[in-house]
């Protein structure tokens, strides 16, 4: 089952852009990388999902490399309401979702 | 409004008495799945289905039991209770049969207890 890493936690301040990388060296043909946002004690809310190049919603942006086997989250001029967990998924694959333990940001004053 | 529901929202039982959690979607989704959330833990899947009468195990589906009679409906069953159980499990459906360029939807959730 192909499974993703990202970092535990990031911690940012309000107004900057916030990065989040996931990589998954074994995503396969048919995946979608999917990211999913969570506030505590909420069930996890889709953000944006995408499979090659960049993908731009209101929320977000999501870049992926030609090789797919990384991609980026972005999170333009964070406030501090997107203090959350972010979790990166490859959906497509199977039946089963792994999610991980995700990425804990908190955004600051 | 499109969404997915749980019953109850809170439950505090005793190991070894029987409870449901409901769960209940008005998307006329395909899929649906349990998962339970615990601090350091992350979400793990239970159980899911691709569609009435049809379940299958997720990463951790020991203690637990679903069922698929009707499209809309997906409850989770647990037999015994045990206190390793007590966590925040969540029920969620998505359109087509997971994966692709789909999305899953969760319900509020549950937080269950067993003393």
């Known amino acids: 089952l192909a499974k993703t890493t990202q970092p535990i936690s990031m911690d940012s301040y309000e107004g900057q852009e916030v990065n989040i990388t996931c990589s998954h060296n074994n995503i396969a043909t048919n995946d979608y990388i999917t990211w999913y946002q969570q506030f505590p004690s909420q069930g996890p809310r889709f953000i944006i999902q995408?499979?090659?190049t960049k993908v731009t919603n209101e929320v977000a942006s999501l870049f992926i490399p030609a090789d797919r086997k990384s991609s980026t989250l972005s999170l333009p001029r964070v406030s501090l309401s997107d203090t959350a967990v972010y979790y990166c998924?490859?959906?497509?694959?199977?039946?089963?979702?792994?999610f991980g333990t995700g990425t804990q940001l908190k955004v600051e004053l | 409004e499109a969404q997915v529901t749980q019953n109850p929202r809170y439950l505090i039982t005793v190991t070894g008495k029987k409870l449901t959690v409901t769960c209940s979607q008005n998307m006329n989704h395909e899929y649906m799945s349990w998962y339970r959330q615990d601090p350091g833990l992350g979400l793990r899947q239970i159980y899911y289905?691709?569609?009435?009468?049809?379940?299958d195990k997720g990463d951790v589906p020991e203690g637990y039991k679903v069922s698929r009679k009707e499209k809309r409906n997906f409850p989770l069953i647990l037999e015994s209770p045990s206190p390793n159980q007590t966590s925040l499990y969540f029920c969620?459906?998505?359109?087509?049969?997971?994966?692709?360029?789909?999305?899953?939807?969760f319900g509020p959730g549950t937080r269950l207890t067993v003393l």
């Open positions: 998924l490859l959906t497509g694959g199977g039946n089963k979702l792994t």
């Open positions: 995408g499979y090659k």
């Open positions: 969620a459906s998505s359109l087509l049969p997971s994966g692709g360029a789909d999305t899953q939807y």
């Open positions: 289905s691709m569609n009435v009468e049809v379940t």
